[in-house]
């Protein structure tokens, strides 16, 4: 079991920024960052392996996004640069059982357990 509460969300102007944060309880992990915006599906945003050592992201976030770890403090991080009006939805921490680079996963459905989600809203 990996029990998973984001925090971080709110409302920023575009070209902010924000810090989420994923405070994980459980069994070692890999973690993913998935968003939602309305009537669109789940999409990923970025992933990173137990050790932190390999990341992945989607290609409308590169270079603005950088998800990291702190194990000692059993928490993954999402950090949000340059944010976009396109970037509103509501962000949701997935992990998947296991510690091999090979479980940094794009697929939802990849991730056993999730969040409960937190908003992110960017004005224009």
């Known amino acids: 079991q990996v029990q998973l509460v984001e925090s971080g969300g709110g409302l920023v102007q575009a070209g902010g920024s924000l810090r989420l944060s994923c405070a994980a309880s459980?069994?070692?992990?890999?973690a993913g960052w998935f968003r939602q915006a309305p009537g669109k599906e789940r999409e990923f945003v970025a992933a990173?392996?137990?050790?932190?050592?390999?990341?992945r992201y989607a290609d409308p976030v590169r270079r603005r996004f950088t998800i990291s770890r702190d194990n000692t403090k059993n928490t993954v991080y999402l950090h949000l640069n340059n944010l976009k009006p396109e970037d509103t939805a509501v962000y949701y921490c997935?992990?998947?059982?296991?510690?091999?680079?090979?479980?940094?996963?794009?697929?939802?459905?990849?991730?056993?357990?999730w969040g409960q989600g937190t908003q992110v809203t960017v004005s224009s």
């Open positions: 997935a992990a998947r059982v296991g510690t091999g680079s090979y479980n940094v996963r794009l697929n939802p459905n990849d991730y056993e357990y």
């Open positions: 459980g069994r070692s992990f890999t």
């Open positions: 990173i392996s137990w050790s932190g050592g390999t990341t």
